[in-house]
């Protein structure tokens, strides 16, 4: 929470810094996995500013605070021409209550294939592939996950829709992602028997102004370790771009059971620097 | 609660929004209104270094008066675009989607100098933003 603080301090004190040439907040937040998207979810949009022939780097911190465990997040990562992102994300799941914690590292890529955020009928179209590695594997070998890392590959489709609600801006979002991680890997993946499935995401947020927005996001979870259920992961959230060099974004969050601790609910925040 | 709270906040958006009876023309601030925003987008281009290039052999008292005509037509008020189209003004400029988003920039900030109500300026841009394919990379 400190580090949150002291990056968030030291946003604020960057002022407009150098920043692209997209229309401010077009770059999405930075997720838990450390791409482009809102809160839980990758999406189509390109993280940063940077337009055309531009570079931006980015980097976030974020905390998600349930009952029972605390998610630690954070990362940093590069966006080209609008098209390509690279990202780095580190992650520190705390089991409060059962003791202990789970690490793992998210190498993500994503390529924009088709359409503009803004610009086009057609959605902005991306897909995104994610290396997934636990750093503590014995608790997830021991409920039953087979690997300690995973591949994720992912498309999604994104769209502003100008003057849709109330004269505002509406950003929809849908994500089929291909996976076999438990907890989003923090739970190991794959297993006796266990495979890649198809699972669905999506979000929905309205944007109030130029700078501040309200979402809600949905995720679907695979379910398939024995040991304890799974459940589809949900958030609400709102969101600050301060400008084009940084942002924050605190939410509400509904996790559902985690290793078998039931209805995880708590508070989202997050804090983005982009360049 | 993720409805209801959605509810809420779809309720609250729809009391605060005056449902506009006069066109986007009024809204934007009619014939003044109109004159002042393009005036905020070419004091934009003036001053960006980005994409002033493009128009250092534009005569920009016409395309000034061209730009008023064309805002002024699309938002619905009393005028006639008498400019060429889109495609055929901006082909062989070599214009690149970093030049588009900083010409949409410079609209936004001219439209929020004017004060334009968000609503107004949403519906502005939404008639403006399918523009891009007949203006970039032609």
Same mark, same amino acid.
């Given at each position: 929470?400190?580090?949150?603080?002291?990056?968030?301090?030291?946003?604020?004190?960057?002022?407009?810094?150098?920043?692209?040439?997209?229309?401010?907040?077009?770059?999405?937040?930075?997720?838990?996995?450390?791409?482009?998207?809102?809160?839980?979810?990758?999406?189509?949009?390109?993280?940063?500013?940077?337009?055309?022939?531009?570079?931006?780097?980015?980097?976030?911190?974020?905390?998600?605070?349930?009952?029972? !465990?605390?998610?630690?997040?954070?990362?940093?990562?590069?966006?080209?021409?609008?098209?390509?992102?690279?990202? !780095?994300?580190?992650?520190?799941?705390?089991?409060?209550?059962?003791?202990?914690?789970?690490?793992?590292?998210?190498?993500?890529?994503?390529?924009?294939?088709?359409?503009?955020?803004?610009?086009?009928?057609?959605?902005?179209?991306?897909?995104?592939?994610?290396?997934?590695?636990?750093?503590?594997?014995?608790?997830?070998?021991?409920?039953?996950?087979?690997?300690?890392?995973?591949?994720?590959?992912?498309?999604?489709?994104?769209?502003?829709?100008?003057?849709?609600?109330?004269?505002?801006?509406?950003?929809?979002?849908?994500?089929?992602?291909?996976?076999?991680?438990?907890?989003?890997?923090?739970?190991?993946?794959?297993?006796?028997?266990?495979?890649?499935?198809?699972?669905?995401?999506?979000?929905?947020?309205?944007?109030?102004?130029?700078?501040?927005?309200?979402?809600?996001?949905?995720?679907?979870?695979?379910?398939?370790?024995?040991?304890?259920?799974?459940?589809?992961?949900?958030?609400?959230?709102?969101?600050?771009?301060?400008?084009?060099?940084?942002?924050?974004?605190?939410?509400?969050?509904?996790?559902?059971?985690?290793?078998?601790?039931?209805?995880?609910?708590?508070?989202?925040?997050?804090?983005?620097?982009?360049? | 609660?993720?409805?209801?709270?959605?509810?809420?906040?779809?309720?609250?958006?729809?009391?605060?929004?005056?449902?506009?009876?006069?066109?986007?023309?009024?809204?934007?601030?009619?014939?003044?209104?109109?004159?002042?925003?393009?005036?905020?987008?070419?004091?934009?281009?003036?001053?960006?270094?980005?994409?002033?290039?493009?128009?250092?052999?534009?005569?920009?008292?016409?395309?000034?008066?061209?730009?008023?005509?064309?805002?002024?037509?699309?938002?619905?008020?009393?005028?006639?675009?008498?400019?060429?189209?889109?495609?055929?003004?901006?082909?062989?400029?070599?214009?690149?989607?970093?030049?588009?988003?900083?010409?949409?920039?410079?609209?936004?900030?001219?439209?929020?100098?004017?004060?334009?109500?968000?609503?107004?300026?949403?519906?502005?841009?939404?008639?403006?933003?399918?523009?891009?394919?007949?203006?970039?990379?032609?």
């Amino acid at each position: 929470m400190k580090t949150i603080l002291t990056a968030l301090c030291l946003l604020l004190a960057s002022g407009s810094l150098m920043a692209g040439s997209k229309v401010i907040a077009t770059g999405g937040a930075t997720n838990i996995e450390g791409n482009s998207g809102g809160g839980i979810v990758p999406w189509a949009t390109i993280n940063g500013y940077g337009s055309s022939d531009e570079w931006s780097v980015n980097t976030f911190a974020a905390r998600v605070g349930v009952d029972d !465990f605390t998610l630690d997040s954070y990362g940093v990562g590069a966006s080209f021409n609008n098209q390509w992102e690279l990202s !780095f994300a580190r992650q520190k799941l705390g089991l409060d209550t059962i003791g202990g914690e789970l690490r793992q590292d998210i190498l993500g890529i994503k390529y924009k294939v088709a359409g503009e955020l803004l610009y086009t009928a057609m959605p902005q179209i991306s897909l995104g592939l994610q290396f997934k590695k636990n750093r503590d594997f014995a608790l997830p070998s021991a409920v039953g996950a087979g690997d300690d890392s995973g591949y994720e590959f992912y498309i999604a489709a994104t769209k502003v829709f100008f003057d849709a609600v109330a004269g505002r801006n509406l950003l929809l979002n849908a994500t089929v992602r291909s996976t076999d991680a438990h907890q989003t890997g923090l739970l190991g993946f794959g297993g006796q028997g266990l495979g890649h499935k198809l699972m669905f995401e999506s979000s929905a947020v309205l944007l109030l102004n130029y700078n501040l927005a309200v979402g809600t996001e949905f995720k679907q979870k695979p379910n398939q370790l024995g040991f304890a259920d799974e459940q589809h992961w949900r958030d609400l959230f709102a969101a600050w771009f301060i400008n084009k060099n940084a942002s924050v974004v605190l939410g509400y969050v509904d996790l559902g059971d985690i290793a078998g601790l039931t209805e995880q609910t708590g508070f989202y925040l997050s804090v983005e620097g982009t360049w | 609660m993720v409805k209801y709270l959605l509810l809420i906040a779809t309720l609250t958006l729809t009391a605060c929004q005056q449902k506009p009876e006069t066109s986007l023309y009024q809204r934007l601030g009619a014939e003044t209104g109109v004159e002042k925003i393009v005036d905020g987008v070419l004091y934009g281009i003036e001053h960006d270094q980005s994409i002033v290039h493009h128009f250092a052999d534009t005569d920009i008292p016409r395309f000034r008066r061209l730009l008023i005509e064309q805002f002024c037509e699309l938002s619905g008020g009393p005028c006639k675009y008498s400019g060429v189209s889109m495609q055929e003004s901006h082909t062989g400029f070599q214009i690149t989607q970093a030049h588009f988003d900083a010409l949409v920039n410079h609209l936004i900030t001219a439209m929020q100098q004017q004060n334009v109500a968000i609503e107004a300026q949403n519906e502005f841009l939404a008639m403006l933003a399918p523009m891009y394919k007949d203006v970039v990379y032609r």
